[in-house]
């Protein structure tokens, strides 16, 4: 294995450590280090909780901690690898780029450079002290790309977040590989095990999901975090807030058109979500229907800064043609398919991207991510999950 070969095994690592902060370090961004001594791992850190220690903290004191009586030594013969640049700026913890220094480590690299404009003015000012002090700095341009994009990825709701005061929105579909999200035997599931703890961790990382009442009536759905945080590989978790968009039907004629009503279930269990038990919350949760639904949601979903939206095909189909929506996470079953059959596969991939595009009435949409969820029993099917977006909002 090529030296670089070393370099991008430990950015994938710093990226699943990173993601182990995904539930509480929001609105920071999620981050993972490595430290690592001859191709070992000396220690390892990730961002945990906006406002606790950065991953490159917790990574050197992991590595001490592993080696109190030489760390200083091993640490100047390292390289440190993050998956975003580190701070140079005082926010609530110092800047990290002060304990990079202070341990003279050999190489520094980094896999995503931090838009914040707040590192700008101290940027170049730091850099030269590294280098003086003699750590080599590699950066996301001598990174392979394709490393490159899927660790910007990681933070695409954090960079979102940063030029916009609009929610990111995930849609999440369920479909077969015709395209259609209603499952054709009754309990059964359409996606395999596999793919729902996935949907699970998902729902762990918004903060709000909406959903449709004719969901709510047909399903009986928890839409809760069932998984534990073991399985789900999360520090922490936690149920976003749910929102079911309900059409109304109590009010005279003229409002009748004019009125959705938006109902949060109250007392909302682990397993039941009962539509008796569904209410208006307050007032403010009664929004005039304005010419579409994103002017008429804007306001209520500013509060949510990440939004999943996992309904039927009605309500999936409002969103989509509405541009409602920065992502959508879409499983594929591939019951009864082939899948070793490539160009079928790409047929339902194409098949599947034409029907969002169709919808959406925009040729920019694309697949950016595309993997197999593998599954564990031998009945069940392997699915295909793509991840749609428009290219040029990436
Ligand atoms: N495969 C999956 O991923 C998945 C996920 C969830 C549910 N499902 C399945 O989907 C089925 C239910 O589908 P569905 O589409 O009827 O249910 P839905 O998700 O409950 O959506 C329909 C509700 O949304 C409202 N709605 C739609 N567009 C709207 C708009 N522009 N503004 C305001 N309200 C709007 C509808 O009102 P109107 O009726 O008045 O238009 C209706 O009340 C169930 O069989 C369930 O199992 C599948």
Same mark, same amino acid.
């Given at each position: 294995?090529?030296?670089?070969?070393?370099?991008?095994?430990?950015?994938?690592?710093?990226?699943?450590?990173?993601?182990?902060?995904?539930?509480?370090?929001?609105?920071?961004?999620?981050?993972?280090?490595?430290?690592?001594?001859?191709?070992?791992?000396?220690?390892?850190?990730?961002?945990?909780?906006?406002?606790?220690?950065?991953?490159?903290?917790?990574?050197?004191?992991?590595?001490?901690?592993?080696?109190?009586?030489?760390?200083?030594?091993?640490?100047?013969?390292?390289?440190?690898?993050?998956?975003?640049?580190?701070?140079?700026?005082?926010?609530?913890?110092?800047?990290?780029?002060?304990?990079?220094?202070?341990?003279?480590?050999?190489?520094?690299?980094?896999?995503?450079?931090?838009?914040?404009?707040?590192?700008?003015?101290?940027?170049?000012?730091?850099?030269?002290?590294?280098?003086?002090?003699?750590?080599?700095?590699?950066?996301?341009?001598?990174?392979?790309?394709?490393?490159?994009?899927?660790?910007?990825?990681?933070?695409?709701?954090?960079?979102?977040?940063?030029?916009?005061?609009?929610?990111?929105?995930?849609?999440?579909?369920?479909?077969?590989?015709?395209?259609?999200?209603?499952?054709?035997?009754?309990?059964?599931?359409?996606?395999?095990s596999n793919s729902r703890k996935e949907v699970h961790r998902l729902r762990s990382v918004n903060?709000?999901?909406?959903?449709?009442?004719?969901?709510?009536?047909?399903? !009986?759905? +928890? %839409?809760?975090?069932?998984?534990?945080?073991?399985?789900?590989?999360? /520090?922490?978790?936690? *149920?976003? &807030? #749910?929102?079911?968009?309900?059409?109304?039907?109590?009010?005279?004629?003229?409002?009748?058109?004019?009125?959705?009503?938006?109902?949060?279930?109250?007392?909302?269990?682990?397993?039941?979500?009962?539509?008796?038990?569904?209410?208006?919350?307050?007032?403010?949760?009664?929004?005039?229907?304005?010419?579409?639904?994103?002017?008429?949601?804007?306001?209520?979903?500013?509060?949510?800064?990440?939004?999943?939206?996992?309904?039927?095909?009605?309500l999936t189909s409002s969103f989509i043609k509405e541009g409602l929506f920065n992502e959508i996470?879409?499983?594929?079953?591939?019951?009864?398919?082939?899948?070793?059959?490539?160009?079928?596969?790409?047929?339902?991939?194409?098949?599947?991207?034409?029907?969002?595009?169709?919808?959406?009435? !925009?040729? +920019? %949409?694309?697949?950016?991510?595309?993997?197999?969820?593998?599954?564990? /029993?031998?009945?069940? *099917?392997? &699915? #295909?999950?793509?991840?749609?977006?428009?290219?040029?909002?990436?």
């Amino acid at each position: 294995m090529s030296p670089s070969n070393f370099d991008e095994k430990f950015l994938h690592e710093c990226f699943r450590l990173a993601k182990l902060g995904e539930t509480q370090a929001f609105p920071n961004p999620i981050v993972g280090t490595v430290i690592v001594h001859n191709n070992l791992i000396l220690g390892k850190g990730f961002h945990r909780k906006s406002g606790e220690a950065h991953a490159e903290v917790n990574a050197i004191q992991d590595a001490i901690a592993r080696n109190p009586s030489n760390y200083e030594k091993l640490l100047s013969e390292s390289d440190i690898y993050v998956s975003l640049e580190p701070c140079n700026h005082h926010g609530k913890t110092p800047p990290c780029i002060d304990l990079i220094k202070k341990y003279k480590f050999k190489r520094l690299i980094f896999s995503t450079r931090d838009p914040n404009p707040d590192l700008n003015s101290a940027r170049e000012a730091s850099y030269k002290e590294l280098l003086k002090n003699g750590t080599e700095i590699i950066g996301p341009k001598k990174i392979s790309q394709e490393t490159k994009i899927e660790s910007d990825y990681l933070n695409r709701v954090f960079f979102h977040k940063l030029e916009s005061e609009l929610p990111w929105i995930n849609i999440k579909i369920a479909s077969y590989a015709d395209g259609s999200m209603i499952t054709k035997v009754s309990d059964q599931w359409i996606t395999n095990s596999n793919s729902r703890k996935e949907v699970h961790r998902l729902r762990s990382v918004n903060d709000l999901l909406i959903t449709g009442i004719n969901t709510v009536k047909m399903d !009986n759905p +928890s %839409l809760n975090v069932r998984y534990s945080k073991v399985e789900l590989k999360l /520090n922490d978790i936690k *149920n976003p &807030d #749910l929102l079911i968009l309900k059409k109304t039907q109590d009010f005279s004629e003229k409002e009748r058109r004019k009125l959705n009503i938006f109902t949060e279930a109250e007392n909302r269990t682990i397993n039941e979500l009962k539509v008796s038990k569904l209410k208006p919350k307050s007032p403010g949760d009664k929004v005039i229907l304005e010419d579409n639904l994103f002017n008429s949601l804007q306001e209520y979903l500013k509060k949510y800064p990440r939004i999943i939206l996992e309904a039927g095909p009605k309500l999936t189909s409002s969103f989509i043609k509405e541009g409602l929506f920065n992502e959508i996470t879409h499983y594929i079953s591939l019951k009864g398919i082939d899948y070793n059959n490539h160009r079928l596969v790409q047929n339902i991939k194409a098949s599947i991207l034409d029907q969002h595009k169709v919808l959406r009435g !925009n040729e +920019s %949409l694309q697949i950016i991510k595309e993997e197999f969820i593998p599954t564990n /029993n031998i009945s069940d *099917n392997l &699915d #295909l999950k793509i991840t749609v977006a428009d290219k040029t909002e990436q």
